[in-house]
Every structure is written in structure tokens, then in C-alpha cells.
């Protein structure tokens, strides 16, 4: 918009400096032209009045003033009897019968030609009769001036240019001019896009100022307002989630040792099929409760992000998940060519979480004697870092993969029975929170890989990091989608 502000400016103004401009310039060459010829006209007249006295005296008056002519100006002078003769002591011109000399000693008229149509030609030659001294019907002969245009074509060069470099001047300043009052004019409208941005990106504290014409304040107003109704109706299901999810732990936990004491105290096998099918709905429930409550909190997250030493934290991790890794003869890899020195921005303890999800999913779609590849590298563009989890498990057709980050939907694979559907909706919200992007890919020779970026960040001058640490086996599934 601001370019086409900019490009309508410079263009009013180019028509008005060209209204104004041209039809100058075309004024000043007919002027030009047109004092140029009746000088020329006024210099042939007076030598043909020397020419019509007769005289010897007259005629060398007349070769004095045509040298001198042609040494002071760009013109020369000829001379022709009226009857086609050379006038001594001046010589005959090379075509002594042309057109010109022709109307002027038959006709008795004065002739201008400029050589061109268009401005003029090389030269202009004027063409005027001798009347005789005291009888103006006898024409004695007839005098002509070629006069060379080579100091008319500068001075019109001159003219030209000069208001063609103003013109480009002017509208160098238009365009300069025109690009601060685009600016300040698409200011408010800036602010609105900056203020749609920020929300469309989760921000929903963001607000525009109320600046500009009535119209954008009128606009500014009411998105303010809808953005305030907006971020208090999300506050408000974000309490009650967090509320409800923190209240429901409780019963649900009591419901649980109560199934426990009873499936301990009846030998009934029924029952105690029963009881087993009723605590693996009550640790579901629980798993589905949990999840909640961290998203939640993730959402509500206000904690900015932290420079945190990123293989230092995998490695930290991946020590808590070997032991269950072991118990299904499942080996966990770490590779990549990142070192300490390598820095991510993540919010405390949310990094943690990210890794525990995607371990836990990747440990339980991994069938016995895997290897989950933990990959590490810092080369995933200008001040990016990425972090890959890659399992040798059934993996996620296309489909799968564009619904695996949507709240509660549970694929068909092995975490889709028992899983929450919140895992990787968890892991979308806080990786993204933190300036992140995770992705979903087929990983080589079979299995799902999960590439996590990360944006870089410097080492703090205390290498350390703080936030809580979960316990080694969340229960948000991959499912989770």
C-alpha cells in the first residue's frame, strides 16, 4: 500500500510539473526560433537596402558588412544580381537560380526556411529582395544568409535539460515526501497488522493504539475490544481446565486405592477382572487429567525463555529413560556433532517436558531390540538448533501426521489405545512458545522422526537452569496428536 501511496504521489505530481513545465519549454523554443529569424530577417534587410543603392560605395559597403557578419556570427552571406549575376566585389553563389532566389527576384518575396519540420534542420537560410533606391517596384537584386543552428541547438539543449534535471529533482523530492506521508498515513494501519500478527500468533495481549483518522481509531477500538472480551473468555477456560484438572486428581487418585484395596481383599477371578479393567479407565482418566493440567499451564505459560546448554539437558534426560529403555531391550542413541557450547532459548522446565513426550511416545511404538536415535545439531540455519527423535516404530501415514498435533485425537498405532491425545499438543504448544517449530517426518529405513528447531541463544555467564523437573515417565502419549 505504501508503494502504491508513493507511485500516485510521484504521479500527480509528474502531471502537474509536466502541465506546467512543457508548454514553458515549448514557449521558450517558439521564442527562440522566432527571435533568431527576424534578426536574421533584420540583418538581410539591411544589406539588401545597401544593395539597392546601386552605387559602387553601396556595394563595397555591402561586401565590408557581409566579412563582417560572417566573422561575428554562424551565418554567410550571397548575393545575386537580378539578373542572375554576381554583384562585385562579392562572389556568385553555387545556385544562383533556386526556388528561393527565384520568388525573391520575380515575385518580390521574402523567404525563411529552417531546414526541418521538426524544431530545425542545420541552418536556417532567409531569403530577401533589393528593391532600387527610389522605386520600389524595380527589384535590383537579392541578398540571402545561411545561418547555422549548431548555437540554437545548444541553447535549446540547455533549455530542456535544465527543466528535465529540475523536473527529476522534483520528483525525487515528491517520492521522498511521498514516502514519509505514505508512512504516516499507513501508520495505524501498520500497528492493526502488527496487533493481527502478534494475536494470530497466540499473543492475546496484544492491543493496537488508537491513533490515526477517525476511521482506523473507530477499527482500532473495536479489535481492542474484541481482543479484551477475546483473552478473558480464554482466561476464563484456562482457569476452569486448570481448576478442574487440579480438583479431579484427588478423587481419581482415592479412586484408584480404592480399586487397589479391593482387588486385594477378593480372590473372586471376576472381580478381579473387573477391578483390573475399572483401574486401567481410572489410570486413563488420570493420564487425560494430567495432560489437561499441563496445557493448561503451558498456555498460561508467562516465564520468557532462557539460554539452556542443550546436549547438557538431553543427555541429563535421556539418563532418567535408559533404565525404562533397558527393561524393553530398547537402546537409546545420542549423536550429532553439537558440543556444550551450544545454547537454545526454552522456558524453564519446558524443554524437559518437550523431551519427556516425545521419548515416552517413541519408547512405547518402539518394538523390542529398537534403537531410538537421539540426533543433536546446530546447524539447522542462521541462529537455529535442532533436536531429533527418530523410532524404529510403525510410524504415521500422511494423514496421521496432519492431525498428530490436534488436541485428544489418538491415531491407530499403539499409543492410540491408551494414550490422552494431548502428547504432542503439549509438545506443539511449548516448543512453539519458545520461538520454536516442531515437525513430523518419516525417519530413514522405517519409524517416525520428530525434528524439533530450537532458536539459539548465548550462554549465560552461570551455566545453569532452573524449573521443575517431571517425573521420568509423563503419561502424555504420541497419540495425543
Request: with cysteine; aromatic share 4%; net charge negative.
Amino acid at each position: 500500500m505504501i508503494r502504491r501511496l508513493i507511485v500516485s504521489y510521484v504521479l500527480l505530481v509528474g502531471v502537474a510539473l509536466a502541465a506546467f513545465t512543457v508548454p514553458v519549454a515549448f514557449t521558450l523554443t517558439a521564442q527562440l526560433r522566432g527571435d533568431t529569424e527576424e534578426s536574421v530577417r533584420r540583418e538581410a534587410t539591411t544589406m539588401a537596402l545597401l544593395l539597392g543603392d546601386g552605387d559602387a560605395p553601396a556595394r563595397q559597403a555591402l561586401a565590408r558588412v557581409a566579412g563582417a557578419y560572417a566573422d561575428e556570427t554562424p551565418g554567410t552571406v550571397e548575393v545575386v544580381a537580378a539578373d542572375g549575376t554576381a554583384v562585385p566585389p562579392l562572389p556568385l553563389p553555387a545556385h544562383p537560380g533556386d526556388a528561393a532566389f527565384t520568388k525573391a527576384l520575380t515575385q518580390g518575396r521574402s523567404t525563411a526556411d529552417w531546414g526541418s519540420r521538426f524544431v530545425w534542420g542545420p541552418q536556417l537560410v532567409v531569403t530577401v529582395p533589393a528593391h532600387a533606391q527610389g522605386d520600389r517596384a524595380r527589384i535590383v537584386g537579392a541578398v540571402r544568409i545561411r545561418y547555422a543552428t549548431s548555437d540554437l541547438s545548444a541553447r535549446l539543449w540547455r533549455i530542456w535539460g535544465f527543466r528535465a534535471v529540475l523536473a527529476v529533482g522534483v520528483l525525487a523530492v515528491a517520492a521522498g515526501l511521498g514516502a514519509i506521508v505514505a508512512r504516516l498515513l499507513t501508520k495505524p494501519l501498520r500497528q492493526l497488522n502488527d496487533m493481527a500478527s502478534r494475536f494470530s500468533d497466540g499473543d492475546l495481549t496484544a492491543r493496537s493504539p488508537v491513533t490515526g483518522p477517525q476511521e482506523t481509531r473507530t477499527l482500532a477500538r473495536t479489535l481492542n475490544q474484541g481482543a479484551e472480551r477475546l483473552d478473558t473468555l480464554v482466561a476464563s477456560q484456562r482457569i476452569f481446565v486448570a481448576d478442574a484438572s487440579h480438583q479431579l486428581r484427588t478423587p481419581l487418585t482415592a479412586l484408584r486405592l480404592s480399586l487397589d484395596n479391593i482387588a486385594d481383599g477378593v480372590d473372586d477371578e471376576f472381580v478381579h477382572e473387573d477391578v483390573e479393567q475399572a483401574t486401567a479407565e481410572v489410570v486413563r482418566m488420570s493420564r487425560l487429567v494430567s495432560g489437561l493440567l499441563v496445557l493448561a499451564r503451558a498456555e498460561a505459560k508467562v516465564s520468557a525463555p532462557e539460554p539452556l546448554a542443550l546436549r547438557e539437558l538431553v543427555e541429563e534426560r535421556l539418563s532418567v529413560w535408559r533404565p525404562a529403555a533397558d527393561e524393553r531391550g530398547v537402546r537409546i542413541a545420542l549423536t550429532g556433532e553439537a558440543d556444550e557450547r551450544l545454547h537454545v532459548l526454552a522456558g524453564p522446565g519446558s524443554l524437559d517436558q518437550v523431551l519427556d513426550n516425545v521419548l515416552s511416545n517413541a519408547l512405547e511404538v518402539s518394538p523390542d531390540g529398537a534403537v531410538i536415535t537421539v540426533r543433536v545439531d546446530g546447524d539447522g540455519g542462521a541462529d537455529e538448533a535442532v533436536l531429533e527423535v527418530l523410532d524404529q516404530g510403525p510410524g504415521m501415514s500422511d494423514a496421521e501426521k496432519s492431525r498428530a498435533f490436534d488436541r485428544f485425537w489418538r491415531g491407530q498405532g499403539l499409543t492410540g489405545r491408551s494414550g490422552s491425545g494431548l502428547g504432542l499438543a503439549i509438545v506443539k504448544q511449548l516448543v512453539t512458545d519458545d520461538g520454536g517449530t516442531v515437525t513430523l517426518r518419516d525417519a530413514p529405513g522405517g519409524g517416525l522422526c520428530v525434528r524439533i528447531a530450537l532458536r539459539t541463544g548465548a550462554p549465560p555467564r552461570a551455566d545453569h537452569r532452573t524449573g521443575p523437573r517431571l517425573s521420568p515417565r509423563p503419561e502424555a502419549p504420541r497419540s495425543g496428536g
